[in-house]
Nanobody, 123 residues
């Protein structure tokens, strides 16, 4: 069984930065990991994914060039560095563990989800 706990969310002004962390218990070192977000009244959407060893990453167009996903398998932790934040980045951010090692931009590929952490960007 895999459990995921996100942290690092908060309130930040536009243009600022935050780093989210996702601590995993259980065996996630051989699976891709992903970050998703859900704004009020909107569907959950893909943000970023990293493959099993951190060697490959993939981003949604809306965050490309501003966000960076990484992982430290020795610490069972995945990170999302968010720079140049915009008010439209405001959402609950979720960490997820996939069932395969390669990049996974689709929600359908994820079996485990964290409880989410709120990110609010003020203008």
């Amino acid at each position: 069984q895999v459990q995921l706990v996100e942290s690092g969310g908060g309130l930040v002004q536009a243009g600022g930065s935050l780093r989210l962390s996702c601590a995993a218990s259980g065996r996630t070192g051989t699976y891709a990991m992903g970050w998703f977000r859900q704004a009020p009244g909107k569907a959950r959407e893909f943000v970023a994914t990293v493959n099993w060893n951190g060697g490959s990453t993939y981003y949604a167009d809306s965050v490309k060039g501003r966000f960076t996903v990484s992982r430290d398998n020795a610490k069972n932790t995945v990170y999302l560095q968010m720079n140049s934040l915009k008010p439209e980045d405001t959402a609950v951010y979720y960490c997820a563990a996939a069932t395969r090692p390669g990049l996974m931009p689709s929600m359908a590929g994820y079996a485990y989800w964290g409880q989410g952490t709120q990110v609010t960007v003020s203008s």
